[in-house]
């Protein structure tokens, strides 16, 4: 099983950027899909981004179009998500998550098919 561990939330002016890392340890992530989530309170948890194993597709929430750039860097098990121009209303908990569904281009939107998960990162922008 692979474990996660997300890092790099923080509180951050409207306007401003923040950049997360999510590490992954345990056995190689390079075959599975990978995405991001995030949950602000009293709401359900949402999708955000998401890459498919080798990078090649990406898909985000219409909302963080433009401002969002999920990566991955497979040599080094990591996964990146660089927030630029946030906003208030783009706070929450933000968890890394993935999938061992293998070298497919689908990429999930729905967190009920997501096998395995980081224990969030909070992000906080004050206006």
């Known amino acids: 099983q692979v474990q996660l561990v997300e890092s790099g939330g923080g509180l951050v002016q409207a306007g401003g950027s923040l950049r997360l890392s999510c590490a992954a340890s345990?056995?190689?992530?390079?075959?599975?899909?990978m995405g991001w989530f995030r949950q602000a309170p009293g709401k359900e948890r949402e999708f955000v981004a998401g890459?498919?194993?080798?990078?090649?597709?990406?898909y985000y929430l219409d909302s963080v179009k433009g401002r969002f750039t999920i990566g991955r860097d497979n040599a080094k098990n990591t996964l990146s998500l660089q927030m630029n121009s946030l906003q208030p209303e783009d706070s929450a908990v933000y968890y890394c998550?993935?999938?061992?569904?293998?070298?497919?281009?689908?990429?999930?939107?729905?967190?009920?098919?997501?096998?395995?998960w980081g224990q969030g990162t909070q992000v906080t922008v004050s206006s």
């Open positions: 998550a993935g999938r061992g569904v293998g070298r497919v281009g689908y990429i999930a939107t729905n967190r009920t098919e997501y096998d395995y």
């Open positions: 345990g056995r190689t992530f390079s075959n599975d899909a």
């Open positions: 890459v498919t194993w080798n990078g090649g597709r990406v």
